[in-house]
């Protein structure tokens, strides 16, 4: 299969969140000459009026700034329900929970609706592909897609976007993948965008207070209650729910000892959450399923480097196939491994795919009697 960039008198839609980055996209794609179609995703969350300051990003506010900017410009612009989407989008974030996982609803978002159903929306619109605001960088070489980090390491957004089909990032412009925020900024207060002086959004779009546990609650999630017990099976404490923790969380714990304690394992169905030192946590493989490679064709075995959570540090590792998917084998070990994030494949900046972690092989599990005694504790 072979790709070619969009030229500049191509249509495109602009994914317009009423943020400053995406405004800054639209500016720019505007100056350069694309027809362009301005799109705001409804995510069909209400928010009350006190969580609207606490936000900048799906609110009818934003729906408005991104509204006021198309017209300053004269493009044309539409606001989009996506509401049934999200909902699939929430549920799957909930029920990972209740299965002791920790999702990463960017990733999926990335793909099934900025890169997947706004796509859509393009073929109907007559347009060629679709522009978001994400800090990465796309080339084609040889007809092939080169998905790379945005030079800004701090803003770097290339690890949302590994499950991406490499298809759907061919038609995918990404304007801010060269620049530093601070540029962006400046080409926002030049441009006299209402947008410019605006502060970021939060990650996740769909949960206005920043908390997860209300979003559980409010969705009526069964709770797996229980107690905390240390790797050795000693009962520390009680918990209201194994779905209000995470691995390789250290604050909040509800519990006390003399040394550093981090979550690093999860058994909803006993009700267990297992606490221990730090290098009971540390991981020395994990099991990697639903791949999507992105310009790179994997061998049987290669070695690279892995991302397995946003702003994580790589780690040098070698990937081998299986019959499920792949196995990574750590250089070191490596702390916070989580089933449920993903797993980005690096070599240099370039994004050669990734995953979804399924399972973790710790320390911990070199030691039978320590899960066994949680369990039998539960």
């Known amino acids: 299969m072979s790709f070619s960039a969009p030229q500049t008198s191509d249509p495109l839609v602009v994914a317009m969140s009423g943020g400053v980055d995406s405004s800054v996209v639209a500016w720019m794609l505007h100056q350069a000459g694309h027809p362009l179609v301005g799109l705001f995703m409804r995510n069909g969350v209400h928010l009350d009026p006190a969580e609207v ?22 493009i044309p612009f539409q606001a989009v329900d996506l509401a049934s989407e999200f909902g699939v989008l929430i549920d799957h974030f909930v029920e990972e929970y209740g299965r002791g996982r920790t999702p990463n609803p960017c990733a999926i978002c990335n793909r099934d609706l900025k ?25 084609i070489v040889d007809g092939r897609v080169r998905l790379r980090r945005g030079v800004d390491a701090g803003k770097d957004q290339s690890y949302q976007l590994f499950s991406v089909r490499e298809a759907n990032l061919a038609r995918t412009v990404l304007p801010l993948g060269g620049l530093q925020k601070s540029e962006v900024r400046t080409l926002a207060a030049q441009a006299g965008l209402r947008t410019s002086a ?12 920043n ?13 797996h209650p229980g107690q905390i017990v240390d790797v050795y ?20 714990l509800g519990v006390a000892t003399g040394a550093p304690l981090f979550v690093v394992d999860l058994l909803p169905e006993e009700g267990v959450v297992v606490v221990g030192q730090r290098e009971h946590g540390l991981a020395q493989f ?29 780690e040098v590792c070698t990937v081998e196939r299986t019959e499920a998917g792949v196995r990574v084998h ?49």
């Open 53 to 74: 300051v606490k936000k900048s990003c799906c609110s009818l506010g934003d729906a408005r700034d991104a509204r006021m900017v198309a017209a300053g410009m004269g």
């Open 115 to 139: 890169m997947g159903r706004l796509l859509e929306f393009a073929d109907e619109l007559g347009a060629v592909g679709v522009a978001t605001g994400h800090y990465a960088q796309i080339d």
């Open 198 to 209: 605006k502060k970021d959004s939060q990650e996740v779009c769909f949960i206005p207070s």
């Open 211 to 223: 908390n997860y546990r209300q979003l559980l609650a409010e969705r009526g999630v069964t709770l």
């Open 233 to 252: 099976g000693k009962v520390l404490g009680d918990h209201e729910g194994t779905e209000h923790f995470t691995i390789g969380q250290r604050r909040g």
């Open 286 to 314: 994990m099991d990697v399923s639903d791949l999507n490679w992105i310009g790179f064709d994997a061998p049987a075995s290669f070695e690279c480097t892995v991302q397995h959570r946003y702003h994580g540090v790589p």
């Open 330 to 378: 750590f250089e070191g070990d490596v702390l916070a491994v989580t089933p449920g994030q993903g797993a980005a494949f690096y070599r240099g900046d370039q994004v050669l795919g990734g995953g979804w972690i399924d399972r973790v092989q710790r320390r911990i599990d070199e030691e039978p009697k320590t899960l066994e005694s949680a369990r039998a504790q539960g």
